[in-house]
């Protein structure tokens, strides 16, 4: 691993970079980072800054994402989520052309190795409520207000 810490951001992070493309964005700061910053953990340190700072609404930053098929079909479609708007995890089941399996789209949601990249933060409950979040429900508050959603 090659991960690097960034207290500075309004929500700090870890960055995992290999390969020249980022693999892990972690809320988790307390973790032990090895490795050294690369130009890639630098761009994407100040492209997370200028979206924390409503001056991006999408990242240029080169990453690479893991999971099964179904998730990577998840992944790709959730890119398509337009900042500021947001959609139910039945509506993003639906997307994918799996109308029936909207508890499969949020397990795959849970396990996106790249958040705020990979907006997954834009998916909420049938219901209009926040739902789960690997970074816990005040994070995606905090991201969906940045963008500015109202719930």
Do not use: W
Request: hydrophobic share 35%.
């Amino acid at each position: 691993m090659n991960c690097v810490k960034y207290d500075d951001l309004l929500i700090p992070v870890i960055i995992n970079v290999e390969d020249e493309k980022v693999v892990d964005l972690f809320f988790d700061t307390t973790m032990n980072v090895t490795g050294n910053e690369t130009a890639i953990h630098q761009q994407c340190y100040q492209e997370l800054k200028q979206y924390f700072n409503k001056e991006r609404t999408t990242f240029d930053v080169p990453f690479q994402i893991e999971g099964t098929d179904f998730q990577q079909i998840v992944y790709r479609e959730l890119l398509n989520i337009e900042y500021g708007t947001v959609i139910s995890y039945k509506e993003l089941a639906k997307r994918v052309n799996r109308p029936k399996a909207f508890r499969a789209v949020g397990n795959a949601n849970g396990k996106n190795r790249i958040p705020i990249i990979i907006p997954c933060h834009r998916v909420i409950s049938n219901s209009g409520t926040l739902g789960g979040y690997s970074g816990g429900s005040e994070i995606k508050k905090i991201l969906l207000g940045i963008e500015g959603v109202k719930l």
